[in-house]
């Protein structure tokens, strides 16, 4: 048992997370599995999958390219077989983007970008929504970042998409409320983990700076002056899908120890 997860009980809920391969979507679909649910986990990285059975046997996995709508639906009629309906979706895929000056963005940099930020949602939700409504309500849980409330330099393209996914969560919420269906969505911040290692490094070399100047002047802007940790934020998506979140949609949750701005 992971004994930084919240003891809370979700005995036979049957949950979604994307990306559960690894990093923030492997620590919720753990959080979710030893709360007592039925976790079902995709990621694009065939290797994850099948390492995922090493770690949790009671998971299940599949190979998924959430960016790709026909790899959605494959997604959801396994779904579908299996529960005949779900409980709770976490979009959690996501990835870093380019770094660089916008000037130097390649167009295919952006639309990638933004397809698997954002688009992918989209697409979850899209087949997630009839299970949902099917089993009574539920909840969906969208993974933004604290680059969707701050303006982040160099970073443009991911910044946009993280925006965007507190508009397309705010925008499901409104309208799945009358269904029983929350929509939150959680903004980590700088979280303790190997794709925060890649954003600072890239940071570096685009700066000029070394690597840990630049580590600091990020969490130099953090109210807690530190990261946070992966099991932070499989607790709160807990929370939100627990009783204990039931009237809790809407919302655009930080869970970054404060970040007051990005580093420019």
Do not use: W, Y
């Given at each position: 048992?992971?004994?930084?997860?919240?003891?809370?009980?979700?005995?036979?809920?049957?949950?979604?997370?994307?990306?559960?391969?690894s990093g923030i979507g492997?620590?919720?679909?753990?959080?979710?599995?030893?709360?007592?649910?039925?976790?079902?986990?995709?990621?694009?990285s065939e290797s994850l999958v099948a390492q995922a059975h090493s770690y949790?046997?009671?998971?299940?996995?599949?190979?998924?390219?959430?960016?790709?709508?026909?790899?959605?639906?494959?997604?959801?009629d396994v779904v579908k077989k299996k529960w005949d309906g779900l409980d709770v979706l976490v979009n959690n895929a996501g990835i870093?983007?380019?770094?660089?000056?916008?000037?130097?963005?390649?167009?295919?940099?952006?639309?990638?970008?933004?397809k698997v930020n954002v688009s992918s949602q989209f697409y979850c939700a899209k087949h997630a929504v009839p299970l949902i409504k099917k089993s009574g309500g539920g909840s969906i849980i969208n993974l933004s970042s604290v680059a969707g409330r701050h303006g982040f330099a160099f970073r443009s393209p991911y910044s946009a998409a993280k925006w965007g996914v507190i508009g397309f969560s705010k925008?499901?919420?409104?309208?799945?409320?009358?269904?029983?269906?929350?929509?939150?969505?959680?903004l980590p911040g700088h979280v303790n983990s190997e794709r925060f290692r890649r954003v600072v490094k890239a940071k570096s070399e685009a700066?000029?700076?070394?690597?840990?100047?630049?580590?600091?002047q990020y969490l130099d802007l953090v109210s807690l002056k530190r990261n946070v940790e992966?099991?932070?934020?499989?607790?709160m998506a807990l929370f939100l899908a627990s009783t204990f979140g039931a009237n809790i949609?809407?919302?655009a949750i930080s869970v970054c120890g404060d970040v007051q701005m990005m580093p420019s």
């Open positions: 048992m992971h004994t930084n997860f919240l003891p809370i009980q979700l005995n036979g809920l049957r949950v979604v997370v994307t990306a559960g391969g492997k620590s919720i679909a753990q959080a979710f599995s030893e709360a007592g649910a039925e976790v079902l986990i995709c990621d694009i949790n046997s009671k998971l299940t996995s599949l190979v998924t390219d959430v960016s790709n709508p026909i790899d959605v639906k494959h997604l959801f870093a983007g380019p770094t660089a000056l916008v000037e130097n963005i390649e167009s295919q940099d952006l639309e990638d970008t933004l925008s499901l919420a409104i309208e799945l409320g009358e269904s029983n269906i929350r929509v939150n969505a959680i700066i000029g700076l070394d690597f840990e100047t630049t580590k600091k992966e099991h932070d934020i499989a607790n949609t809407g919302q």
